[in-house]
């Protein structure tokens, strides 16, 4: 099963909620959050009160991605502010283990991003605890980047590891999917799509999802 998670990066911010409400009932089954610092990466975005407000218009899960520095410091306030998923990226944990307690804790589902640039051996020691993994498949901090050729090994990787371990973890996919490269991904073994500019610049938001959704399977529907 596919899910599209629209990445608030692109939408309007001068209307949020509404944004939401949009992607939502177009057939969004996440709403992606991602949470700049400008020390993590190079761009500031949005914190637990925007995120608890819009707790407000939409019933979807908040899947909230920290690209900040101490995320441990964070992960109450935004599970407070009604985060369902919390994504920390392994880079910028020294306690890993302790961050995925910590979420897993409160209840909610725990995940781990990797850059691109950071091997799989990273995850070595915790794929067994978390719920999803991310990978990173542009450089974070912007939207609308091109998608690194050389992620989808990585993806056919991680996808080889969780089935040889034996484990359920979804891998989620972030950044610069469109519909020409999504099938590409889901192929490797990606399940969980996060689109920002794909979704939010498209004229007609009902008809993107939907062919999001359709391009993730075989174009000859034979390899689902
Ligand atoms: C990048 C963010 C992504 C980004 C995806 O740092 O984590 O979620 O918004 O945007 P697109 O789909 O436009 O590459
Ligand atoms: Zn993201």
């Known amino acids: 099963m596919i899910k599209i998670a629209p990445s608030l990066l692109s939408a309007d911010f001068a209307k949020l909620g509404e944004e939401i409400k949009k992607v939502e009932h177009a057939g969004a089954d996440l709403i992606h959050i991602d949470v700049m610092d400008g020390h993590f990466v190079p761009n500031?975005?949005?914190?637990?009160?925007?995120?608890?407000?819009?707790?407000?218009v939409t019933s979807l899960k908040f899947d909230v991605h920290l690209m900040i520095s101490n995320p441990a410091d964070y992960i109450d306030g935004f599970i407070d502010a009604g985060a369902d998923i919390i994504t920390v990226h392994a880079e910028s944990c020294i306690h890993l283990n302790r961050v995925i307690q910590s979420i897993k804790q409160r209840g909610k589902k725990a995940?781990?991003?990797?850059n691109p640039a950071t091997p799989l051996s990273a995850l070595d020691c915790i794929l067994g605890d978390v719920d999803m993994i991310l990978l990173m498949t542009v450089n974070p901090g912007?939207?609308?980047?091109t998608y690194i050729e050389s992620m989808t090994e990585k993806i056919r990787e991680l996808k080889n590891i969780i089935t040889e371990r034996?484990?359920?973890?979804?891998?989620?996919?972030?950044?610069?999917?469109?519909i020409n490269n999504i099938f590409k991904v889901t192929k490797?073994?990606?399940?969980?799509?996060?689109?920002?500019?794909?979704i939010f610049n498209a004229v007609n938001t009902r008809q993107m999802i939907k062919e999001l959704?359709?391009?993730?399977?075989?174009?000859?529907?034979?390899?689902?």
């Open 111 to 114: 995940s781990v991003a990797l």
């Open 44 to 56: 500031i975005t949005i914190g637990p009160p925007v995120v608890k407000s819009l707790r407000l």
């Open 188 to 198: 490797a073994g990606a399940n969980v799509i996060v689109s920002g500019s794909t």
């Open 166 to 178: 034996k484990l359920d973890v979804d891998i989620e996919i972030d950044g610069g999917i469109d």
């Open 142 to 145: 912007f939207g609308g980047q």
């Open 213 to 224: 959704k359709e391009k993730a399977f075989d174009e000859d529907k034979l390899e689902f």
